[in-house]
């Protein structure tokens, strides 16, 4: 999926594209509620479980919706520790990483690490996660082997509710024009270029 210079200036603003999304979605509420179904279809699977993001980790503008999904048999688990006085265990996990845009139907994935705590108090489980990802431009669209069905399954779930896994190559190519995108994950002060890929998946906080 490749998109007019004038549809990248219209997502820089924060503007869906409205035509692009599949069943006739024409606002923001009904494109956040097809990522909120995904979410629910993705968490059907029998070999990941997910978690979603959504209120743009806490502040800010978030273009995309991002959900962490990590195997069920266990093998997600990298360390395990128990903190005694806090009632608390602390899992490292490693996880496939999804990033669904609320501004055109395109997703892309990639891999990360996560910390989850889990404190047990008066027989209740509080589960936390803590740190977000972030997938550079260079590392989206590949996970190791272990993960190819996991992936694939996802892919299945994106491509029902109408989205597209964004090619790399389109996405890494620069920005073909000058914009100032309200994101603080590319910092062209530092030296750093906008690419296309920036003027879907960003973050301001």
């Not at 494109?31 to 980790?57: A, K, M, P, T, W």
């Not at 992936?151 to 100032?180: C, H, M, S, W």
Request: proline share 4%; hydrophobic share 35%.
């Amino acid at each position: 999926m490749e998109f007019r210079k004038s549809q990248l200036r219209k997502m820089i603003k924060g503007k869906p594209l409205f035509k692009e999304f599949p069943n006739q979605l024409n606002s923001k509420e009904e494109v956040e509620r097809n990522i909120h179904r995904l979410f629910d279809q993705l968490n059907e699977s029998d070999q990941f479980i997910c978690d979603g993001e959504f209120n743009h980790y806490g502040s800010g503008y978030a273009s995309f919706v991002e959900f962490f999904c990590v195997k069920k048999d266990g093998s997600a688990v990298l360390s395990e520790s128990y903190h005694e006085k806090d009632s608390v265990t602390s899992l490292d996990l490693e996880g496939v990483v999804v990033y669904v845009s609320r501004l055109a139907p395109l997703a892309v994935f990639g891999m990360d690490n996560r910390l989850k705590y889990i404190q047990e108090e008066d027989g209740e489980k509080l589960e936390m996660y803590s740190g977000t990802s972030y997938l550079g431009v260079d590392k989206i669209n590949h996970v190791p082997e272990k993960f190819e069905h996991v992936v694939e399954e996802i892919r299945n779930r994106l491509f029902e509710a109408g989205y597209l896994i964004g090619d790399q190559t389109y996405l890494k190519q620069p920005l073909p024009f000058k914009a100032a995108i309200p994101t603080i994950l590319t910092m062209p002060d530092f030296g750093e270029e906008y690419t296309i890929f920036d003027a879907i998946f960003y973050w301001s906080d």
